[in-house]
């Protein structure tokens, strides 16, 4: 059935179904299940109703989020810093006005609550297809009739003349009195309405009197306690509730200036400026404003007097102001009608009146309709004459011009959606999509979700995606993205052979893409390039070139240019050419945004100390397992001046690491005591630093919610197991403190330093590397809290070790080859001579002090591409350098274990490895020659870089010198090779490979490259890389 004369529509199935896909991701997203199993079923679950039968229903606990949403969304409302208090009815059951009826008077006693007012929404059946609407026909649940006289005067309130004439025509007597409540006119499911008086008790009225001037109250004015909007359409998800009464509190000036003394309402404005007395023929004895306010006054003084909750503007001002603060931050914007939100009365003394508002509409939405008396098609022909008669008022006809521009409003502003998708591994990735989620939300609306619970399936969706990911483990994916990874190439190559089974095109989508890498590895950014290659073959739009950030050299630099770029890409195509608006938010980008230590408070927790295994798998999101030190040697002979441990770790539970040689173990380190204790020292303002806590943060309804990125825990246990205090400070850190120093110089400088990259690294060169505790005590003047410990230090990233040990040899152990990382703060090394304070690494210096039965929280990395040959006759070659030589001694120990068990083992081994001199660190020598004599290796190779008076030797030398059986091994017996260690010797020996290939192969140097990349793809050329160290 059309609706006749309806403003808002009926929504088309393409309509709602977009709508309530975008409605249900907000949802999920407010409860935190964004992405998740649940949420996926959910949109599943509406995509089939809707295509079954062009409908679906809302969950309770969705209604009530969308309409506390609308509420939040109602760019013309003051008082919504509460929007997330209010009360929802969800009455879609009702079939009747008799029940229409019933719920309203629930709504207004609820509402009234004896005088302390509370918000409240009910909701009647939706708009559907073929059933006529339910509607409350008055404009606010209750009202006050006018009554035209012969005379051309009004009786009462002007503006409800039209609708006092219906309810007339409808049968009501009113008395004729100044302040008549009028009855409801309510109608249900297409039939004529009916009339329902409101039960006195429930229209709670306050008499006006004022505080000084007596005959106040001989005027007879009164105002009722509760205004319900009842006119208005609910839109939630594409779904149209058009009778969903809603009310909040009055602001005084509502009464007071505007229904008592506007000319077109009560109009009282002269007769209380005689009543005081005022000169009422000359404009400048300001007559007209000292009524207003002695009008507004006694409005309050009335109010007040009678225990029924009012507001004042300037209080509502101040609240909005901190609302729209807060929505800011947390959406990036917030709607507002400037002509709406500032007070009638003395608007300039308020703040909202010098705040720039921008109006926009976003659903759910609280949105004008044409009232029930145009849209109504009667049964009652003799009706139908009597109402619509009147049909176009002059005031109608003002609304028509009101709804027709707010229309075209809503569709200019509409914002676009931008959806961004991040892969990470250690988080840095996630970091950046949040920062640019925080500036493009100035402009869109923004979704941010982890590739891991992302089905890539639902790309089609997208209007704007933008992608940011690093690169991991030789160019895969990192681990929350390994499942789109394999969705998205599988889409693609269903594109390529036409076998896809997706109706919908990807060609309204566009995209971008950021790669997170390393120029130490080959694979640079493979991910992100292999993520925008499926994107194009399927057919979406790309709007910018891959974005590369190297981790080696100005990451976070390159993310911003890119994302500069990207931004303006999106207004230039969605004609969004604010300029200004647009150069702010982009500036913002490479600023850090302040931060407000206000907004957060400290809580004292009920809970104990938490459990490290839980709280650290909780941060990382990944499942550890406690392990504990069983032993600790030194690898280096006593005359070396470097460390390299042998660690064996057990595990203290049932549950055991389940790994292959050529895995990773990670390891979640801890701080140094002494640290810990220098940042205590710097904080104030704390009872106890052994006090479990918890941090709370102010969000938009002014609520105190606890911010979960720690668990409750006290300041010495974060400092010591959660958070990085073992690196110099991160730019965004320094900002921070810019924020809250005291001092305007240090201020200043810290500004700097957070702002300008090279100014940052150049200093930090000149410092030595400070550490967090270095910049304190240069900075003096910075107020150190639990708070900002809490929610803005970094966290501890974990530490990646190359396994050194076998399963099938250590049942409950893992080993690790741990190379002692050390530095000299001051004035690092001069003339090779160590001078200026000895720091060591974070992990490894903590592995350095661990004591035997020490715990260490742990996880597994599986390397599948460092894994042994499955063909165990292929000749193996091994090349490592230092702790590079640790996985290589799981694949021995492994194959020691099969010859012991008798199983059929031909794998030889070669090895090259390189270290310093073979009195100093040619660690696991024994080992080797053990190996040797039981034949698993068949020859080992070791490169000395000191040993031939300083004529230094690599790994790449000896394999020079074997490249012959390097060569014959490689290729013609269809041999493996594995390089582990840093980075430096593995691009040094991957060349010595292409010169071996082009020398014994003849090959042109294109070819050698062509061969090791074959080489790589049939998973016989194996990289373990270390990555690079400060
Ligand atoms: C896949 C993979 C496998 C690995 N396998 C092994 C392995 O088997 N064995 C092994 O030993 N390592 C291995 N590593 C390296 C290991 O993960 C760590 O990076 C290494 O142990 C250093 O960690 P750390 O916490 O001790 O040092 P960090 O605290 O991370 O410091 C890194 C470097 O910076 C220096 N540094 C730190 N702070 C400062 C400062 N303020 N000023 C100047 N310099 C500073 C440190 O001395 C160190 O050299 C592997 C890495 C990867 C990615
Ligand atoms: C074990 C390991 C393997 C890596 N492999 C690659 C790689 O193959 N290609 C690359 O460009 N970067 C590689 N990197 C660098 C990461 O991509 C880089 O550190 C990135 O900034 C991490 O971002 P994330 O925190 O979002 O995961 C590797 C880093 C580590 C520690």
């Excluded at 059935?1 to 309530?20: E, K």
């Excluded at 409005?299 to 007097?305: G, I, K, P």
């Excluded at 603060?325 to 009146?353: H, M, N, Y």
Aim: proline fraction near 4%.
């Amino acid at each position: 059935m059309s609706v006749p004369g309806q403003f808002i529509g009926q929504n088309t199935t393409p309509d709602i179904l977009r709508s309530a896909i975008e409605f249900i991701d907000l949802y999920f997203q407010h409860i935190g299940l964004n992405g998740t199993n649940e949420h996926l079923q959910r949109v599943k679950c509406i995509e089939e109703s809707i295509s079954n039968i062009g409908w679906y229903d809302l969950s309770h606990d969705e209604l009530v989020f969308g309409a506390k949403s609308a509420w939040r969304n109602a760019a013309r409302c003051i008082g919504r810093q509460q929007w997330n208090t209010l009360e929802v009815f969800d009455r879609r059951d009702i079939s009747s006005t008799t029940e229409m009826f019933e719920a309203i008077c629930k709504h207004l006693k609820f509402a009234a609550n004896n005088g302390q007012i509370r918000s409240a929404m009910t909701v009647f059946p939706a708009r559907r297809k073929g059933q006529s609407d339910f509607r409350v026909w008055n404009s606010q649940l209750i009202r006050y009739a006018g009554y035209s006289t012969e005379e051309g005067a009004v009786i009462g309130d002007p503006a409800n003349v039209e609708f006092t004439k219906i309810c007339q025509s409808l049968g009501w007597k009113g008395k004729r009195g100044m302040f008549d409540v009028l009855p409801l006119v309510l109608s249900a499911n297409g039939n004529d309405p009916e009339l329902f008086e409101i039960p006195s008790d429930l229209a709670l009225q306050v008499p006006i009197s004022h505080p000084t001037f007596d005959w106040f109250s001989e005027l007879g004015l009164k105002w009722y306690a509760v205004p319900a909007v009842s006119d208005m359409l609910f839109e939630c998800g594409g779904l149209q509730f058009p009778a969903a009464p809603f009310n909040g509190w009055y602001m005084v000036t509502e009464i007071g200036t505007r229904d008592f003394c506007d000319t077109q309402r009560y109009n009282m404005l002269e007769t209380v400026a005689k009543r005081m007395n005022l000169d009422t023929t000359d404009n400048l004895s300001f007559w007209k404003d000292k009524a207003l306010l002695e009008t507004t006054l006694a409005v309050n003084h009335s109010f007040q007097a009678a225990g029924v909750t009012i507001w004042n503007h300037h209080t509502a001002s101040d609240s909005f102001i901190k609302h729209f603060e807060q929505e800011q931050k947390i959406r990036g914007g917030c709607p507002a009608d400037w002509v709406w939100i500032v007070p009638p009365l003395s608007g300039s003394a308020t703040k909202v009146f010098h705040q720039e508002m921008v109006n926009y509409h976003l659903s759910p939405s609280l949105d004008y309709q044409v009232s029930a008396a145009e849209s109504h098609e009667w049964q009652d022909a003799n009706m139908q004459i009597q109402v619509n008669s009147r049909r176009f008022t002059f005031k109608q006809l003002v609304t028509f011009i009101i709804c027709a521009q707010y229309l075209t409003m809503k569709a200019l502003v509409k914002r676009d959606r931008v959806s961004i998708l991040f892969g990470t591994e250690t988080g840095t990735s996630e970091k950046f999509a949040l920062k640019l989620a925080e500036f493009c939300r100035n402009l869109f609306y923004v979704e941010v979700t982890s590739m891991e619970h992302y089905d890539a399936r639902r790309i089609h969706r997208e209007h704007i995606l933008l992608i940011i990911t690093s690169t991991f483990g030789n160019g895969n994916p990192p681990e929350n993205a390994k499942n789109f990874a394999r969705q998205l190439s599988l889409l693609a190559k269903s594109y390529k052979d036409g076998t896809n089974d997706i109706k919908e095109s990807f060609s309204n989508v566009r995209f971008a893409v950021f790669g997170l890498g390393s120029r130490a590895y080959q694979t640079y950014c493979k991910f992100a390039h292999d993520v925008h290659q499926h994107l194009t073959e399927i057919g979406a739009y790309s709007i910018q070139k891959v974005g590369e950030g190297d981790e080696m050299c100005k990451q976070a630099e390159s993310f911003q240019i890119w994302a500069q770029e990207v931004v303006k890409t999106i207004c230039a195509t969605s004609g969004k050419d604010d300029k200004t608006k647009l150069l702010k938010s982009l500036n913002g980008m490479i600023k850090y945004p302040e931060w407000n230590p206000k907004e957060y408070r400290i809580v004292k927790s009920h809970h104990a100390e938490p459990n490290l295994i839980k709280s650290l798998s909780i941060i990382h999101q990944k499942k550890m397992t406690p392990y504990r030190l069983l032993s600790k040697e030194e690898l280096q002979s006593a005359k070396s001046s470097r460390s390299t441990l042998l660690i064996r770790l057990e595990s203290c539970e049932e549950t055991r690491l389940s790994y292959v040689p050529g895995d990773h173990i990670i390891v979640f380190p801890s701080n140094d005591n002494t640290q810990v204790n220098k940042i205590i020292r710097k904080i104030t303002k704390l009872d106890s630093i052994d006090d479990v806590i918890e941090i709370e943060q102010i969000d938009a309804g002014l609520n105190w919610k606890k911010c979960n990125r720690l668990p409750p825990c006290s300041v010495r246990t974060a400092l010591t197991h959660f958070i990085d205090i073992s690196a110099p400070p991160t730019q965004e850190l320094l900002a921070c403190f810019a924020t809250i120093t005291s001092d305007a110089a240090e201020k200043e400088i810290l500004q700097r330093l957070s702002n300008e990259f090279n100014l940052y690294k150049e200093t930090l060169k000149a410092l030595g590397d400070p550490l967090v505790s270095d910049i304190l005590n240069i900075f003096t003047n910075i107020t150190l809290s639990a708070q900002l410990i809490f929610t803005q230090f970094p966290i501890i990233k974990p530490r990646y070790y190359s396994i050194s040990s076998c399963p099938l040899a250590y049942k409950s152990e893992v080993h690790l080859t741990v190379t002692i990382q050390e530095h000299f703060h001051i004035n690092g090394l001069k003339n090779n001579e160590q001078i200026g304070k000895r720091r060591f690494g974070l992990c490894s210096g903590w592995f350095r002090q661990m004591k035997k039965g020490n715990i260490v929280p742990v996880a597994i990395k599986r390397s599948e591409e460092f894994h042994m040959p499955l063909n165990s006759s292929s000749p193996v070659i091994l090349i490592g350098a230092g702790a590079g030589i640790a996985p290589f001694r799981g694949f021995w120990q492994s194959e020691q274990k099969a010859r012991m068990l008798g199983e059929k083992c031909q794998s030889t081994f070669t090895l090259f490895f390189g270290c310093r001199h073979p009195d100093i660190d040619y660690i696991y020598k024994d080992e080797l020659l053990a190996l040797l004599l039981s034949g698993v290796l068949d020859s080992v190779h070791v490169a000395f870089s000191q040993k031939d008076n300083g004529r230094k030797r690599h790994v790449q030398r000896e394999l020079r010198e074997q490249s012959l059986t390097v060569y014959k091994k490689l290729i013609e017996k269809g041999g493996h090779v594995y390089v582990c260690g840093g980075t430096n010797m593995a691009r040094g020996v991957r060349q010595t490979l292409l010169d071996i290939l082009q020398i014994h192969g003849r090959m042109s140097t294109k070819k050698a490259e062509e061969i090791l990349q074959w080489l790589k793809d049939e998973n016989r050329y194996h990289e373990d890389i270390f990555g690079v160290s400060r």
